[in-house]
């Protein structure tokens, strides 16, 4: 994929305007639905783009393949303890909305409706598809901030958690690491872990 070509950029214009939102829309909507007002005070029970862009990790992604947008503000207290996976679910709601977005977009291309040629669209819905599953797989990536993190955390035990949390406060700085300095010298282990994965659900979803 080159990263500048006109396909490129207007697919990026479109996951900013839609993945992005409404992969926050998602932690913000699940949130609310368990009890936790918290991103509605906040604004972000919306899909509005400009309540969750963030400049920075807007321009970046523009540049490249990796961004990001503002976190949704979730308070765990809030939530309804009667359901005990409450927070499990609204970190995994992102994600999965990715997940998602990705398999509608894949649905034409199953049912023959769209050829995967050198076209602007079909290329266009191809890209759409990819960076939603890179949004997806990478998010669940267990460091912090990402939202396999959080994720992670509420699948260990309690007895557990806290020896993770500590490793997890250095999660900024880990992911740094193995997204721009491992890279330099060869080493590309977010690499080795994601592609497999993106390969298999990639291929599934287009039968490519």
Not at 89 to 114: D, E, F, K, Q
Not at 118 to 143: D, E, G, K, M, R
């Amino acid at each position: 994929m080159d990263i500048f070509s006109p396909t490129t950029i207007v697919t990026k214009i479109l996951v900013l305007l839609f993945a992005f939102p409404i992969h926050e829309f998602a932690h913000a909507w699940t949130a609310n639905y368990f009890g936790d007002d918290t991103p509605r005070l906040h604004g972000r029970l919306t899909l509005n783009p400009l309540a969750h862009l963030d400049v920075a990790g807007s321009l970046i992604f523009m540049l490249s393949y990796f961004g990001w947008a503002k976190p949704v503000p979730v308070n765990p207290s809030n939530l309804n303890h009667h359901n005990s996976k409450a927070y499990l679910l609204v970190s995994l709601a992102g994600p999965m909305s990715n997940l998602a977005l990705a398999i509608i977009a894949a649905i034409p291309i199953r049912m023959g409706l769209v050829h995967l040629t050198n076209n602007f669209f079909s290329v266009l819905l191809l890209n759409f598809i990819i960076f939603n599953l890179i949004l997806a797989i990478f998010n669940l990536i267990p460091l912090s901030p990402l939202d396999g993190g959080k994720v992670l955390n509420q699948l260990l035990p309690s007895s557990v958690r806290p020896f993770f949390e500590t490793i997890d406060r250095y999660g900024p700085i880990i992911l740094m690491v193995l997204l721009f300095v491992l890279p330099t010298i060869g080493i590309n282990p977010l690499g080795a872990i994601i592609n497999p994965i993106f390969n298999g659900i990639f291929g599934i979803l287009t039968g490519r």
